[in-house]
């Protein structure tokens, strides 16, 4: 995968993971899975259509989605993933892929993305067209964020 399709989504955590409170963010690791992605607790997915097309899937322990949701509401404590916590990282993941949209089409890549789909759970699979997924890792505030790309 050319890494100029993986930098929108790297740029995209620097620009809007600050405006809703996290101030450290950092790349991780990088790795290579099959199509064949096990959950970690909650994965969101959102389709990408366009002069690329596949998926981008975010994934986080249910622990980590919880303190996730609780920075987007202000610090309010999140206990369960609710229906307004779920709805919180639906609309970062939203905001995410629409800003590495944006980013695409600066590079004159034109790009559609779909509304997100949330599956949280123990202990799934999520399986997407592409052979190989480029997994990068992003730390916000030391909370571990997997951006799951899989371009076909």
């Known amino acids: 995968m050319d890494v100029k399709l993986i930098n929108p989504f790297i740029e995209s955590f620097l620009s809007v993971m600050p405006q809703i409170g996290f101030s450290d963010i950092k790349k991780g690791n990088l790795s290579l899975k099959d199509r064949n992605i096990k959950s970690d607790g909650v994965m969101i997915n959102l389709g990408i259509v366009g002069d ?90 030391n909370i571990p964020i997997e951006v799951n790309i899989a371009f076909n």
């Open 52 to 141: 690329i097309k596949g998926n981008v899937i975010y994934s986080m322990t249910i622990d980590h989605a919880k303190a996730v949701a609780s920075k987007m509401m202000m610090g309010m404590m999140v206990e369960e993933l609710d229906d307004m916590a779920q709805s919180a990282l639906s609309e970062l993941s939203n905001m995410l892929t629409a800003n590495a949209s944006i980013n695409f089409e600066n590079m004159e890549i034109n790009t559609n993305i779909s509304t997100p789909t949330l599956l949280y759970g123990k202990d799934f699979n999520v399986q997407v067209n592409a052979e190989k997924v480029l997994c990068i890792e992003i730390l916000a505030d």
